[in-house]
């Protein structure tokens, strides 16, 4: 049965992909494509705002957001426990598999088939499996935490302490880039606008280490690096989208290279996938849940972020235990120890208000067990009068628990179509970018690899092409 390396670029879709091939005709993308993979574009239907904490899921497990009610980071997972996602699915057929990065998969897994198990960048604790990657995960944790509005703002001083990660599998290759980058900030500084991305280098270097030592059956790693950059600057790779002209100047100059940039780093790291899967009989696959499209934001206004989630309890009356876990700006995702505290600070946070009389809290999906997503209110009010009312009364931000922040809030957003790409003897026969539902996508693999497939799951994509023996798992 198949052997399937995945790499889950996330958001990348296939114009990203044409424009990285056109620049780069000698690239490990372009010759993947060039090669006779299966070229497919996925397309979600998910309900409600797109969000890859919502859209994977529903590649994973086979299921739209409808059915596993999966709609925000560090959310209870139970109401998903009759669609498990197809890690779970594969190991309980005798598969082994290792993950890493894939977007709400904590916990680890505790199956002797679960080689190795990474958890998402937004997990609440950094237990691993096996637990020698545990310290990059905190590193990993670490740095989601304290750069979860603006984006690029990472301590010098965290990469620094990457490089003592040579155990868990950082290579000299990768410590010499971060030097290098380091370096290159101080001859120009635009470069510091990339230093989000060199936390890539450090993941798939933990991801491969894991790889090469287990060997599992299925293996995947997933990347936001590449979205990071599409959010941001997304009007400088596609100028046209915006009517725009890209001037002189050497920051629109730099801004316009710095999607391709991080593509580059994901091309590195192809080849070194390409070359394992040669050596040892896998199949290649990269895929996106959804893809990124241009966005008129209008007008921006600075925005309230929480410091300080005792600050908060005190202004608004609540004396119960809850926990703060990670999140995306301006979501906040809460837990409880128990459904009465979850519901009494649900009360307490609805008098929380602006000087206008909206809610400075909102909640946008229903709680699940003991977890509830809040998301901080936009408007221009918090930041003209610098107060918060709860119950009439005014309370400094601070003294609340918040602060103002301005960020750049980007020029690419969501859209529903994404892509994959598929090179090995199990490739789905399909025409060139035919559209199928990205639900599709955990069946096909299932089917690859010899698992049938739940009955609630649609079938799989297409036929798959069955090569001769001698070329099976080549990706010349």
Excluded at 296 to 315: A, D, I, K, Q, V
């Amino acid at each position: 049965m198949a052997k399937i390396l995945c790499y889950e670029l996330n958001e990348v879709p296939w114009r990203v992909v044409d424009l990285y091939v056109d620049r780069f005709p000698k690239s490990s993308l372009a010759q993947l494509l060039r090669s006779g993979a299966s070229q497919i574009t996925t397309h979600t239907t998910d309900s409600g705002e797109l969000h890859p904490w919502s859209t994977w899921p529903t590649m994973h497990r086979g299921v739209n957001n409808d059915e596993h009610n999966i709609r925000y980071i560090n959310q209870d997972l139970s109401c998903a426990a009759q669609r498990p996602p197809i890690w779970d699915l594969l190991t309980r057929a005798g598969k082994s598999v290792g993950i890493a990065g894939c977007l709400q998969s904590y916990p680890p897994v505790a199956r002797d088939e679960m080689l190795f198990h990474i958890p998402d960048t937004f997990a609440p604790e950094s237990d691993t499996i096996p637990a020698k990657y545990s310290r990059f995960q905190s590193l990993n944790l670490k740095l989601t935490g304290e750069n979860r509005a603006v984006a690029g703002a990472l301590n010098i001083s965290d990469f620094f302490a990457g490089l003592n990660l040579f155990s868990a599998g950082l290579s000299a290759d990768s410590a010499v880039r971060l030097a290098r980058h380091l370096v290159q900030e101080r001859l120009n500084p635009l470069h510091k606008r990339r230093r989000a991305t060199m936390q890539a280098y450090v993941a798939f270097d933990v991801f491969y280490d894991a790889l090469v030592a287990s060997q599992p059956s299925y293996a995947a790693f997933f990347s936001n690096h590449v979205a990071g950059t599409m959010h941001r600057y997304w009007k400088y790779a596609f100028p046209s989208d915006f009517g725009y002209a890209l001037g002189d100047s050497a920051e629109e100059k730099f801004h316009s290279g710095t999607i391709l940039h991080a593509m580059s780093i994901f091309d590195g790291q192809l080849a070194r996938l390409m070359q394992f899967a040669n050596e040892n009989g896998y199949e290649v696959v990269i895929a996106s849940s959804m893809g990124q499209e241009a966005i008129e934001r209008g007008e921006y206004h600075p925005e309230l972020m929480l410091e300080s989630l005792s600050n908060l309890c005190r202004t608004i009356g609540y004396t119960a235990p809850v926990r703060m876990n990670l999140a995306m700006q301006p979501d906040l995702a809460l837990e409880f120890e128990d459904a009465d505290a979850l519901q009494r600070f649900l009360r307490c946070v609805q008098e929380l208000r602006n000087s206008d009389g909206e809610s400075v809290l909102r909640k946008r999906y229903d709680q699940q067990g003991l977890t509830l997503n809040l998301s901080i209110g936009s408007g221009k009010y918090p930041a003209r009068d610098g107060a918060v009312f709860f119950k009439g009364q005014s309370f400094d931000l601070a003294d609340a628990g918040f602060r103002i922040i301005s960020r750049d809030q980007g020029t690419g957003y969501h859209q529903p179509e994404g892509m994959l790409i598929w090179k090995g003897p199990n490739q789905p026969s399909v025409e060139i970018r035919e559209v199928f539902d990205s639900r599709q996508y955990a069946p096909t693999v299932l089917k690859a690899m010899g698992v049938e497939a739940p009955a609630y799951m649609m079938p799989a994509i297409s036929a798959v092409r069955q090569c001769p023996p001698q070329t099976a798992g080549m990706l010349q």
